[in-house]
């Protein structure tokens, strides 16, 4: 469910748009990054603990 979020959130920003997604599911804390990272979208890790994994998307052209 967190992935299929995550999903509609970056598919609706603009190039150049940024979204902040806080991660604390364990399956989900890999499969987001992978995820958007594969689909052009350029991920930046603001904080990565036990709890939490908190990143910055950008979407690229």
């Known amino acids: 469910m ?3 979020l995550a999903k509609r959130a970056a598919q609706s ?3 150049g748009d ?3 997604i ?3 599911d364990t399956g989900a ?3 987001i990054p992978r995820y958007l ?3 052009g979208f350029i991920i930046d890790v603001q ?3 036990r709890q939490v994994l908190e ?3 950008t979407k690229r052209q």
């Open 47 to 49: 904080l990565d603990n």
């Open 2 to 4: 967190a992935l299929l």
């Open 22 to 24: 806080h991660i604390t």
């Open 55 to 57: 990143i910055i998307v």
């Open 29 to 31: 804390r890999q499969d």
């Open 18 to 20: 940024k979204l902040e």
């Open 13 to 15: 920003l603009n190039v």
């Open 37 to 39: 990272s594969n689909h």
